[in-house]
């Protein structure tokens, strides 16, 4: 990425030894209460105190909260429903949410759909991979909250935006890029 142009001083994220391979000098973690807005939109780290101690990767990833004056997303990274009960007293309602884990079994819990009320559930989640994401127990769990679920194995990129007069939208690669072959 940095070959092609883009050039950054500092990076965050939530598991170091998986970045060494950035020639940057200044990593790092994201921090509780770590909050900044940029162009209307504001952006904030969610931090349970167990992801601070763990050594558990997934559990370690970044919890970022984005909210703009109509639409809101969360986006969970790999954290289990045990990070996502500690952190449910610092979730808010959001548009969107994107699951947990790409979907797996241990992700995308009750305390984390409760808490959020998500419109929409998106899971990012290879076509035909071999972990089976997103696994039938959260499908489940998230259908029971929502029917607008957008998945990227079946759906291809999603697209989530907000328009000019507010109104928080979502779209698929597939519905964009209608092949003649394809039903409606």
């Known amino acids: 990425i940095y ?3 883009i050039s950054f001083d500092r990076l965050t994220g939530g598991s170091p030894r998986h970045l060494l391979e950035f020639p940057i000098n200044t990593y790092q ?3 509780e209460q770590t909050a900044w807005e940029w162009d209307g939109v504001s952006f904030r780290y969610l931090v349970a105190p167990s992801q601070r101690q763990t050594s558990v990767t997934n559990n370690q ?3 970022l909260e984005i909210r703009s004056s109509s639409c809101s997303f969360l986006l969970t990274g790999d954290i289990d429903e045990g990070v996502e009960q500690e952190l449910s007293s610092q979730l808010k309602p959001v548009e969107w949410l994107l699951a947990g884990h790409h979907g797996s079994r241990h992700s995308t819990g009750e305390f984390l759909l409760a808490s959020t009320t998500p419109k929409t559930v998106v899971f990012s989640a290879g076509f035909l991979n071999r972990y ?3 696994h039938q127990d959260v499908l489940s769990r998230v259908l029971s909250y929502t029917d607008n679920v957008l998945r990227t194995d079946q759906d291809g990129a999603v697209f989530l ?3 000019l007069n507010g109104r928080c939208e979502s779209e698929t690669w597939r519905t964009r890029q209608k092949r003649f ?3 409606g």
């Open 132 to 134: 089976g994401h997103p």
């Open 29 to 31: 973690q994201c921090q």
């Open 161 to 163: 935006y907000e328009t």
């Open 3 to 5: 070959d092609h142009g």
């Open 61 to 63: 990833s970044c919890v």
């Open 181 to 183: 072959w394809s039903k």
